[in-house]
């Protein structure tokens, strides 16, 4: 019996789930003493709500149309999962995903608005986009060893005033958002293919949420089980091993940090052209999906199946805060919540590796005692 509890908390995926399972309790706890500080009879109300989300609604039919649209929001969420995750495996670390993501949402919104392209163009697009902007930080990690956060973080200021500038060409006359899809560009909309009737016919329910699922399947197998993901994955152990074995080092960090921004950019055409929200030319700061990416990927235990988990679950405390009740408490309260729980999300390796330094220190004893 020993031997099995043993080898079960040894077990790399359910050292995972523990971990993440931890990290989201710790992070409740803390968001919840945070609450108690700031209007003690409301904390109770205000966690349960953000944890409870769309069940908040009493009737079955809303309370399925808002959970189709924290699905919306979530698989644009996982596809900047995929994009850090996929990186990171490949011993790059993608900080860049969130000027992927804004590329990408240029490149399909522009194509949409600017030349009425239907939405299989726009998707292209926008992934092509993302893919040559990841290509360039690859490009400067290869040839001329510039890091590839700080490529990235430069890329991502450049990335969204350039969306802004192009973009302001097709914002509205009257505010600063671009025109609404759902107008005359109808056509550039992902098709639902009858998946908004499953959530009481939310109309921004598309193809976008089982094709991520998907992606995130095809990202695991390509990592995982083919040679090219294998050659990848050892260029990131040691490029210098990997060169020597007759593996092109250079081009595989390149290919690496395009296929990463591939993901991130679709994932902004996934969420864009579902229609639920317009671009606004005014923002002064990268979209916080891209950032969101990273800890869905850690809490998801870097694995592309955890990831989806992940990603759905802060979405869903993301989603969840905005139901907290603002006469207790101000407008940012569910920010800071949600804040409180991803940050601690980046703590699932800190927290594995606590247990295997536990389970050696364990094993350790055992062999002193039986010597």
Not at 230 to 254: C, D, F, P, V
Not at 305 to 331: L, P, R
């Amino acid at each position: 019996m020993n031997k099995e509890k043993k080898s079960l908390l040894a077990n790399d995926a359910v050292q995972t789930l523990l971990a993440s399972l931890l990290c989201i309790v710790v992070g409740l706890v803390i968001g919840y003493l945070v609450l108690l500080v700031i209007n003690p009879s409301g904390a109770g109300a205000a966690i349960t709500a953000i944890m409870k989300n769309f069940m908040t609604y009493p009737t079955q039919a809303v309370a399925n149309q808002y959970f189709g649209s924290t699905l919306v929001k979530a698989a644009p969420l996982l596809m900047c999962s995929l994009s850090v995750l996929f990186a990171y495996k490949v011993g790059l670390f993608n900080i860049g995903a969130s000027g992927q993501y804004t590329v990408g949402a240029g490149a399909s919104l522009y194509l949409a608005l600017a030349f009425h392209m239907p939405w299989y163009v726009c998707l292209p697009a926008a992934m092509i986009c993302g893919g040559c902007l990841g290509a360039v930080a690859g490009a400067l990690k290869a040839y001329l060893n510039v890091n590839e956060v700080i490529a990235c973080i430069m890329l991502n200021w450049i990335s969204l005033y350039s969306v802004n500038m192009l973009l302001n060409k097709v914002k509205e006359s009257s505010t600063t958002y671009t025109i609404a899809l759902s107008g005359s560009y109808k056509s550039a909309l992902l098709p639902s293919l009858g998946l908004g009737a499953l959530f009481s016919n939310n109309k921004y329910v598309t193809i976008a949420i089982p094709l991520a699922i998907l992606l995130a399947v095809g990202v695991w197998v390509l990592l995982d089980k083919t040679r090219f993901g294998y050659e990848l994955r050892a260029t990131g152990l040691n490029k210098n091993a990997a060169k020597y074995a007759g593996m092109m080092e250079k081009r595989n960090t390149i290919i690496t940090m395009f296929i990463s921004g591939c993901l991130s950019g679709l994932g902004a055409a996934f969420y864009y052209l579902s229609g639920i929200e317009q671009w606004s030319c005014a923002q002064t700061s990268v979209p916080g999906m891209g950032f969101n990416g990273i800890a869905a990927a850690f809490l998801g235990g870097l694995n592309p199946v955890g990831s989806i988990f992940a990603s759905y679950f802060i979405q869903h405390i993301t989603s969840g805060g905005s139901y907290v009740d603002k006469t207790m408490y101000c407008s940012q309260i569910s920010d800071l919540i949600s804040a409180i729980i991803i940050y601690l999300c980046a703590f699932v390796l800190f927290f594995k590796i606590c247990m295997n330094n536990s389970l050696r220190k364990r094993a350790e004893k055992k062999g002193g005692k039986a010597s």
